[in-house]
């Protein structure tokens, strides 16, 4: 497919625009919600693992999601799930804010809601596909990737705001509104698709687990999974170091802060970049460039930069983030129709985890390895990966594999 679509052309899709408008509401209400809470934990304990804690709960359990419910985007109509979903996201930022829950039972209800998160994004992403063709649908998930950079950014700044104006408690009932409102347009201006699959006599954990194991055991799904998810753990880690970096390198108060800032700019650039200037063939040509791109800019943090220059370089790291609308197409058509929704579940379970164990991993490291050298170990291990998709599309040029419908 050499034809390229534009935004007007993908947002012009009823069923789509009204996804996206409301997905991307409900992203910058889960990044104020993560802000506010981690403040209120940390005035409540004082705690600065608690507070980093806060930052990372949801991203975990995705694990447990998509391992036992990730089959349910394929099974059940996409309207009420999609509407039900942003509810309950909804009850739960209300009760975070008024029922006074102590800090281990805050935690709890986020990450068990957390635990949803794959069969959410699973269902936006069959969706997606299934009303998006070609270039459209690329252009589509880079529509989401614009969304959640935006909301970093944007959640970030109106969190810090929003607690400075009203406090931690009122800022979660802002997010509760978010939600709710998510939630009403899902309901209201969403066509009620029919449930996608038909019946299946497994039980759910069974027709996940195999689902599962059947497309990780596809050599070309299985590449492209690993595509999608190493080179943001690798640079997750990193980043997560950010904080310590800036303090231990004596940088200005609010320093580590803009260079968290820095990331999702490039990221938003490289989206734009990638998805309007180059066409969908090139696009495809060059993943292994935009993740070294992602990963090279890192080795800077082992010398002695100064913060503008660091930042720099981030932002250049970002960039490399659009290497993901390459990967979409190759994806989508590699997957077979019927496990659509579980497919893009499961690249939200990988992700989540991954970028939830990264730091963990990389915040031990740096306890015997200076800071600055573990971050930049995390680019050289993205600039690997890179030099590992380049010599895997060779291999495979020529040969096309794909899942096998179930």
Same mark, same amino acid.
Do not use: H
């Given at each position: 497919m050499t034809e390229r679509a534009t935004f007007r052309q993908v947002l012009a899709e009823p069923v789509f625009r009204v996804l996206f408008w409301c997905r991307a509401l409900a992203i910058g209400a889960d990044t104020l919600r993560t802000v506010a809470l981690s403040v209120l934990v940390f005035d409540r304990t004082g705690s600065a693992f608690l507070g980093a804690l806060t930052f990372g709960i949801s991203f975990l359990p995705q694990v447990l999601g998509g391992l036992a419910i990730g089959a349910l985007p394929d099974l059940v109509r996409p309207r009420p799930l999609l509407s039900g979903g942003y509810l309950l996201e909804a009850v739960g930022a209300a009760v975070l804010a008024l029922a006074g829950l102590p800090v281990w039972a805050c935690l709890v209800l986020v990450g068990t809601i957390g635990c949803l998160g794959p069969v959410f994004n699973g269902a936006a992403g069959k969706l997606t596909a299934d009303t998006l063709s070609g270039d459209a649908f690329v252009l589509g998930r880079s529509l989401f990737h614009l969304a959640a950079s935006a909301a970093q950014l944007v959640g970030l700044a109106a969190g810090g705001l929003a607690i400075a104006a009203v406090g931690a408690e009122h800022a979660l009932l802002i997010t509760a509104g978010c939600h709710l409102v998510a939630a009403l347009g899902t309901r209201l201006l969403l066509a009620d698709l029919p449930a996608p699959g038909g019946t299946d006599a497994r039980s759910l954990l069974g027709r996940t687990w195999q689902v599962n194991r059947e497309l990780l055991a596809d050599r070309t799904v299985r590449r492209l999974l690993l595509v999608m998810w190493l080179p943001p753990a690798f640079v997750t880690g990193a980043a997560s170091l950010l904080v310590p970096f800036a303090a231990l390198r004596g940088f200005p108060a609010g320093s580590a802060g803009l260079l968290l800032a820095c990331v999702p700019v490039g990221m938003m650039l490289g989206d734009v970049v990638v998805a309007r200037l180059l066409a969908p063939a090139?696009?495809?040509?060059?993943?292994?460039?935009?993740?070294?791109? &992602?990963?090279?800019? &890192?080795?800077?943090?082992?010398?002695?930069?100064?913060?503008?220059? &660091?930042?720099g370089l981030?932002?250049?790291?970002?960039?490399?983030?659009?290497y993901m609308i390459g990967v979409q197409r190759?994806?989508?058509d590699a997957i077979p129709?019927?496990?659509?929704?579980?497919?893009?579940?499961?690249?939200?379970?990988? &992700?989540?985890?991954?970028?939830?164990?990264?730091?963990?991993?990389?915040?031990?490291?740096?306890?015997?390895?200076?800071?600055?050298?573990?971050?930049?170990?995390g680019g050289a291990a993205t600039v690997l990966t890179a030099i590992w998709i380049g010599v895997s599309d060779?291999?495979?040029?020529g040969s096309h594999s794909t899942a096998n419908p179930r």
């Open positions: 090139v696009r495809e040509r060059l993943v292994p460039v935009f993740v070294a791109v &992602l990963g090279l800019p &890192l080795l800077g943090f082992a010398l002695d930069l100064g913060a503008i220059a &660091l930042g981030l932002v250049v790291s970002g960039f490399g983030y659009g190759p994806f989508r129709t019927l496990v659509r929704g579980q497919a893009f579940g499961l690249v939200s379970t990988g &992700l989540m985890t991954l970028q939830g164990v990264g730091p963990t991993v990389f915040g031990l490291t740096a306890e015997v390895v200076p800071v600055g050298v573990v971050m930049a170990a060779s291999e495979n040029a």
